[in-house]
C-alpha cells in the first residue's frame, strides 16, 4: 500500500510541476520584461556611474560653423512614447545644436551598413527609408523649441542646462536624430515606454 502511495503521490508532484511551469506570465522579470524600461539610453555621448561624456559638435576650434550632420539611429520598436534628454556639457556664446527627429519602419533599420555583402542581400544606410517625425511630438514641443519639420533649434545652450522633448503615439520601428552644431558638446540619451 506505501508502495502505491508513494507512485500516486510521485505522479502528483509531476503533475503539478508541469502544470507550474507551463503556466503563461503575464509580466517577465527584470530587465526581460518589454515595458521595464528603468533607465535611459545613451544616443549622443556616454554616461557610466557619475561621468557623462558628451560628444563636441564643432568644425574646428580655430574655424566657427557648423559641424557636418551625424546620424543615430535608435530602435523603438513596441514603444508607444519616447524623452529625449538634452544636455549640455560645454557651450560658447554662439553655440547651436540642429536635431531632426526622423522615423522609419524598414527592417535593419538601425543594423544597415554603409557597405554591401558579396554574395547575399544586406541592407545599407542608403537604403533605409526615414521620414519626418514632427507627427509625433508633443504638443508642447513647438513652445520649447525653434522647430522647422522635424528640425529643433537649440540656439545658445546654456552648459549644465538642459531640455527635453516628448514624441507621443508611436508606431516605429526605428528613430533616428540627425545632429550637427557649433561650438557645443552635447550628451542626448532617450527613455522609451
Not at 519639420?149 to 528613430?175: D, E, F, Y
Request: glycine share 8%.
Amino acid at each position: 500500500m506505501k508502495k502505491y502511495l508513494f507512485i500516486g503521490g510521485a505522479i502528483l508532484a509531476v503533475i503539478a510541476v508541469f502544470a507550474y511551469l507551463n503556466t503563461p506570465v503575464k509580466d517577465a522579470l527584470g530587465l526581460a520584461s518589454t515595458s521595464f524600461r528603468g533607465y535611459a539610453t545613451d544616443v549622443v555621448g556616454t554616461k557610466t556611474g557619475t561621468t557623462t561624456v558628451g560628444v563636441n559638435f564643432a568644425v574646428n576650434a580655430k574655424v566657427a560653423g557648423q559641424s557636418a550632420s551625424t546620424t543615430y539611429p535608435i530602435k523603438v520598436e513596441g514603444a508607444s512614447q519616447a524623452l529625449f534628454t538634452f544636455n549640455f556639457k560645454e557651450a560658447s556664446s554662439t553655440a547651436n545644436l540642429q536635431v531632426s527627429v526622423l522615423t522609419s519602419n524598414d527592417d535593419f533599420c538601425t543594423t544597415a551598413t554603409t557597405t554591401s555583402g558579396s554574395g547575399y542581400d544586406v541592407v545599407t544606410t542608403g537604403q533605409i527609408n526615414w521620414f519626418d517625425a514632427a507627427p509625433f511630438f508633443d504638443e508642447h514641443a513647438a513652445q520649447s523649441f525653434a522647430i522647422g519639420t522635424s528640425t529643433i533649434a537649440l540656439v545658445n545652450p546654456v552648459a549644465g542646462t538642459g531640455k527635453t522633448l516628448l514624441l507621443t503615439n508611436l508606431a516605429s520601428q526605428c528613430l533616428a536624430l540627425q545632429v550637427s552644431g557649433s561650438s557645443t558638446v552635447a550628451h542626448i540619451q532617450i527613455k522609451t515606454k
